[in-house]
Each structure stands twice: as structure tokens, then as C-alpha cells.
């Protein structure tokens, strides 16, 4: 059971390039998350996700665009790189049938953005 | 809307001492309310949670936190920490229309031998 994996673990981008970092589960959660950390700032959720086909923003979506074909996976899109998007991006899911959900986290994904 | 403050950026103590760290929390339900770790470069681990019943709740490598409605805290505390317990320390609360977690901004804890 590999539960919540994200790919790729490090990258460099440049400004103004566009990349996509991959979050993929095999628990069969319905509900889908992605959050950036930030030194000092704890964990911010940029979209999340409570089922195929529907995706909503979190508190910082600025930037970035998600989708949710597939009930395993929810990508996670920077159109124009910045500077500011530097950050440590993590994917978690989870189930809502389960009542209190526990949120299941990736390993994370480190970006730097030059 | 819901938020967690973890009042204390850095705490130091030595091998052995105790520990206690704050998390207070604004939520207009009864929360669900959770502890996570994080040791450098590395994802986040769940310590424990607090849903309903006893308030104080045990979670995994002797941890333990105790909820108090009154003081709206969720600390959590360890009687006698050993260095591998050198991390940053998240606070969380449920809530939402997504049941998303939203967190504290997180203790970073240091272990002197």
C-alpha cells in the first residue's frame, strides 16, 4: 500500500516556466488536498478536491490550477513560475465517509523557482 | 472560520527534561484537533488526535496532549525527551467546507544533550 506519493521530490524551475507536480493515492480517498509550507508559516492550502471532476481553491491559489480527473490523481499545475512560489508542496488525502478524516500526507515535493 | 496559534517559534530543552508545547485554536464546533511532526526534510507524521471523549489523548513515541475547552489548548507535552524528538512540531484543526486541516505555524524544537 504505497498511499500517498508525489512526484518529483526536488526541482528547479525557471521564472516563467510551467511544470507539474503529480500527487497520486491508491487508498481510494474521496477527498484530495495540496498545501505549500513556507518557513514560519506552517502549511497553506492552495486547492483542494472532494471528488472527480470537482476542485475548489484554498486560501492561496494564486498562481497555481488543479484538476481531478480520476479519483487517484490530482496534479497540481504552475502556469508562470515565481520566485514567490518557491516552497515545499505537499499532497495529503482522505476519506470523508470515515466521519473525523485523518488526513494522509506525501513525502512532499521541494521547488525552487530561479 | 477556523486558526491554530502555536505561540512558541523555538523551544530548547535538555535530553531528559520535560516537555509541554502550546497550541491554542479558534473553532465554533466542538474541534477535532491533531499533533503532527515533522523532522527535516521529511513529510509530516501524525503524533495523535483528539475527536471526542477523554481529554487527554496518548499518541506514538510517548506523547501525549490534553484538550481543555475552557482554555481553547490543545498542548501537547512529553515527561522526558530524548534528542531524536528534535523537529518541528505542528498543531491542526478540522474543519471547513473541504474538512481540510488548517495549522499552527509550527515550534521548531531543539534538544541540547
Known amino acids: 500500500n504505497a498511499g500517498v506519493t508525489q512526484t518529483p521530490k526536488f526541482h528547479i524551475l525557471k521564472i516563467g516556466q510551467s511544470m507539474t507536480l503529480q500527487c497520486t493515492q491508491d487508498?481510494?480517498?474521496?477527498?484530495m488536498y495540496w498545501y505549500r509550507q513556507d518557513p514560519g508559516m506552517g502549511l497553506k492550502l492552495i486547492y483542494y478536491?472532494?471528488?472527480?471532476?470537482?476542485?475548489d481553491k484554498g486560501e492561496v491559489p494564486n498562481g497555481y490550477n488543479v484538476s481531478r480527473s480520476t479519483t487517484e490523481d490530482f496534479p497540481l499545475r504552475l502556469e508562470l513560475a515565481a520566485p514567490s512560489q518557491t516552497s515545499v508542496y505537499f499532497c495529503?488525502?482522505?476519506?470523508?465517509?470515515?466521519?473525523?478524516?485523518?488526513?494522509?500526507f506525501g513525502a512532499g515535493s521541494r521547488l525552487t523557482v530561479l | 472560520a477556523q486558526s491554530v496559534t502555536q505561540p512558541d517559534i523555538h523551544i530548547t530543552v535538555s535530553e531528559g527534561a520535560s516537555l509541554e508545547l502550546r497550541c491554542n485554536y479558534s473553532?465554533?464546533?466542538?474541534?477535532?484537533l491533531f499533533w503532527y511532526v515533522q523532522s527535516p526534510g521529511q513529510g509530516l507524521q501524525l503524533l495523535l488526535k483528539?475527536?471526542?471523549?477523554?481529554?487527554l489523548v496518548q499518541g506514538i513515541k510517548g506523547f501525549e496532549a490534553e484538550f481543555k475547552r475552557s482554555q481553547s489548548s490543545f498542548n501537547l507535552r512529553k515527561p522526558s525527551v530524548h534528542w531524536s524528538d528534535a523537529a518541528e512540531y505542528f498543531c491542526?484543526?478540522?474543519?471547513?467546507?473541504?474538512?481540510?486541516?488548517?495549522f499552527g505555524s509550527g515550534t521548531q524544537l531543539t534538544v541540547l544533550p
Open positions: 483528539y475527536f471526542s471523549g477523554d481529554t
Open positions: 491542526a484543526v478540522l474543519g471547513g467546507s473541504a474538512r481540510q486541516l488548517t
Open positions: 473553532y465554533g464546533a466542538t474541534p477535532y
Open positions: 487508498m481510494n480517498h474521496n477527498y
Open positions: 478536491s472532494v471528488g472527480a471532476g470537482i476542485t
Open positions: 495529503a488525502s482522505s476519506n470523508r465517509n470515515s466521519g473525523a478524516n485523518v488526513l494522509t
